[in-house]
């Protein structure tokens, strides 16, 4: 059960910028034709990225994998302007999700499928594709650390 203080920005703030070192390597290795690593890197900016919630609404970050599915408790603390609450909930829906998806993917980025190696399996379009979906779920959680920052929405 998560138990809810204060936001605290800071974590949030550095759970982003491990999102964005990842990202980073992800583009890195896509640039080296190395796709899936690209992916696995992608896989682990979203999770950081959806980590990030957690401290935002004032939570600690879980430290398990898979995280998308406790975002529930967020979505349902938080206040504010109506216009961003809606935003948020959407957001955060589908930041979960695609953490959740991105969780099986890793998987086969490490150890591949039905007896193929993640390197025969995985292309450049894949790594392109959830390269763009890691970039998403990061301009999103910066997004809402912003709008805590400036009080549009809080967790009550």
Same mark, same amino acid.
């Given at each position: 059960m998560l138990k809810f203080g204060p936001p605290d920005t800071e974590e949030a703030e550095r759970l982003l910028r491990d999102a964005g070192r990842h990202l980073k390597s992800a583009k890195e290795s896509l640039n080296s034709s190395r796709p899936?690593?690209?992916?696995?890197?992608?896989q682990a900016a979203i999770e950081m990225a $959806? @980590?990030?919630?957690?401290?935002?609404a004032g939570a600690q970050a879980p430290t398990k994998h898979g995280v998308g599915k406790m975002l529930h408790p967020l979505t349902?603390? $938080? @206040? #504010? @302007? @109506?216009?961003?609450?809606d935003e948020f909930k959407l957001g955060a829906s589908r930041a979960g999700w695609l953490n959740e998806i991105s969780e099986k993917v890793h998987t086969t980025s490490r150890y591949g499928f039905l007896g193929k190696s993640a390197s025969d399996i995985i292309t450049s379009e894949d790594a392109k594709?959830?390269?763009?979906?890691a970039e998403e779920v990061r301009k999103f959680v910066a997004?809402? $650390?912003?709008? $805590?920052?400036? #009080?549009?929405i809080k967790f009550a």
């Open positions: 899936a690593k690209a992916l696995d890197d992608c $959806v @980590k990030a919630l957690f401290p935002l349902s603390r $938080v @206040k #504010g @302007k @109506k216009w961003a609450m594709y959830w390269t763009k979906l997004q809402e $650390v912003r709008r $805590v920052m400036f #009080g549009d």
